[in-house]
Structure formats: structure tokens, C-alpha cells
């Protein structure tokens, strides 16, 4: 499987951040909310608008700017 953004995951959908593109202050901003490389993350809402997260046991709603920034590796989802 390859890194995608964080954009492309739909709802329920479960992965592993592996990078950030983005410089020193949003690496750090996002770092600080819990986005640390390995950090497992779901996605919980992806429509119109910001995309929602739980992070760390967290919610968080990212801008789709900064979301495309995060790259993610997809996990598989067995339900």
C-alpha cells in the first residue's frame, strides 16, 4: 500500500501517519494536537468542510488544507 492524504480516507476509516508535508510550524502545531508520526487516527467525518478526526483519543477538526498535508497508510478495517 502507499501513503495517501488524509483527505482521501472516507468515514471509519482507520491509519498510520507516516509524514507531514508542511514546515517547521505546522509540522509542530499538528505534532502538538497529537499528529506524531506512527499516531493511529480514524476518520469520523470527510464530507463538505472540515475533515474530523479522533486522534489520540481526540477530536479534531482539520481544515482540508492541512488534512491534505498529513499522508497516511491505510489500515485494514475488518467489521
Known sequence: MR???LTM???G???RVVAIHGGRGLAMRLY???F?????IEV???NRGPVIV???GATVALGRGIASRIMIMP???YK
Open 36 to 40: 506524531v508520526l506512527n499516531t493511529v
Open 44 to 46: 469520523i467525518s470527510n
Open 32 to 34: 502538538q494536537m497529537g
Open 75 to 77: 489500515m485494514a478495517t
Open 3 to 5: 501513503a495517501i492524504p
Open 9 to 11: 480516507l472516507r468515514p
Open 54 to 56: 479522533r486522534v489520540r
Open 13 to 15: 476509516m482507520r491509519g
